[in-house]
């Protein structure tokens, strides 16, 4: 059955409603799917049984007339998002054991679709990492590998697991979450379509919080229109979440007419960096004649701020995510390690075994920069600069409709590369960043292969709260660069 | 400004983290690296900008003050490492 795990969203949704298959037979193949990616390490928990008994309840519904908008469509989910009576790890070993009474909103909207929950995908620690090799459950395997070198690949990350079940064609679709780059850049590794939405535009209720002035939920998907059919049920108000904006839901499949003539491309020049490889430069002015050649018009935009939106970055996410980690404590869920007598001596060994290296080292960073006597010098000043990243943007969209970038400043790198200095690894995000700092939507693409023979994806970036004009874009993109090449392993 | 060891001693103590003595040179190496990479942000003059602390462009919404969830206390006492009574349990804070 392994034609069924290469359909995607919209031909499964179309196969299931003309019952050429029916949900329990498309949940078997993935379940199958999902056995023979193991050694990739994309999944932390499998759902198996579980998903047949949602593709029952997707077929009961069916024969009776009653079939809902994703009725049937096995996902895979990230392990950031809770999930009623599933392990839930955030990749960390201190939520050990962590079996959340309580279903996130976007989980919870897309089983009220009727979508099949196949399993948690693996990530890097609390969503911290470019390479997802931070998980406490082990580095996933990107599917991908450079022809005649057998040396395994990172698949990007935060949202690792996800962009390489997603490749793989372990699961159809799946959940990521973007605080950086987490949705973006995996998805250009892999060679798959990732969107992050506006900020706002996804309930983060439920999803474990990293930082939350940054934090976005959204698809990743093997096609644009997939990224829409998700998008428009992940998305919508939500009440427990005071930053969800309360707005309606566009048809965003509707936006995706192809039809971009007269549009404007802004194309950053600060993007330029020196040291931009050859290939990356070229694949971007690739993506430019392709619009172009579509009716679009390329305008040359500055984002003046460009330079200093990682070190923005790397002040207020690790200020965030030290407040928001506060709460493991080894005393309401989770791990605890008892050493010593006191409680402080309790918490201290708790936080010491639970986290890892970079969590550690970003919760203290964070803990610095808002400590008495430095929270002016360093998050006041960072918090100011993201105003002016912010204004960059909002300048630049008077003059353009959407803005085209690379996705990354390369293709994936092998596990082990650049885990020795954080720096190196942080400026995975260089382009993926100031789009999170402005709460823009961005979707990756992808767009091409590397000199090397790995995928690599083209960004374009809205206006807040313009998810269409980003998707129609980005269709057009697809259709252009037409990318149909496969990974070295698949497992349906 | 450079950290040394007893400024990363004093981080992880308010960070709640215990840092083991034969680790601290390496973290002390780390988080400078970081620190001096984000001091950059001082070429940029931000006299008069106002901090952004949300991009989400609304006031908080205010909602009826009643009671909207409870009466979970089994559910939420589930997933403790120690609990007893109907309380979490911790180490002994009193003498």
Known sequence: MSALTRLTIAEARRGLERKEFSARELVRAFNAAVERAKPLNAFITETPEKALEMADAADARRARGAALPLDGIPLGIKDLFCTRGILTTAGSHILDGFAPPYESTVTQKLWDAGAVCLGKLNMDEFAMGSSNTTSHYGPVENPWRRPGDNRPLVPGGSSGGSAAAVAARAVMAATGTDTGGSIRQPAGFCGIVGLKPTYGRCSRWGIVAFASSLDQAGPMTRTVRDAAIMLAVMAGHDPRDSTSAPLPVPDFEAALTGDISGLRIGIPKEYRREGMPAEIEKLWGQGIEWLKAAGAHPVEISLTMTKYALPTYYIIAPAEASSNLARYDGVRFGLRVEEGQSLDEMYEATRAAGFGAEVKRRVMIGTYVLSAGYYDAYYLKAQKVRKLIAGDFKAAFEHCDAILTPTAPSAAFAIGEKSDDPIAMYLNDVFTVPVNLAGLPGISVPAGLSSDGLPLGLQVIGRAFDEETVLKVGGVIESAAAFTAEPAFTAG | ?95
């Open chain 2, 1 to 95: 400004m450079s950290l040394d060891k007893s400024a990363v001693t004093h981080i992880a103590t308010l960070a709640r983290i215990r840092v083991a003595e034969s680790e601290k040179e390496q973290l002390v190496a780390e988080l400078n690296g970081i620190l001096d990479w984000v001091e950059q942000l001082g070429e940029i003059e931000t006299e008069g900008v106002e901090p952004m602390s949300s991009v989400a462009e609304m006031t908080l919404p205010m909602r009826e003050d009643v009671v909207s969830d409870g009466n979970r206390r089994d559910d939420i006492l589930g997933n403790a490492p120690g609990a007893a009574h109907g309380f979490f349990t911790v180490p002994k804070v009193v003498e």
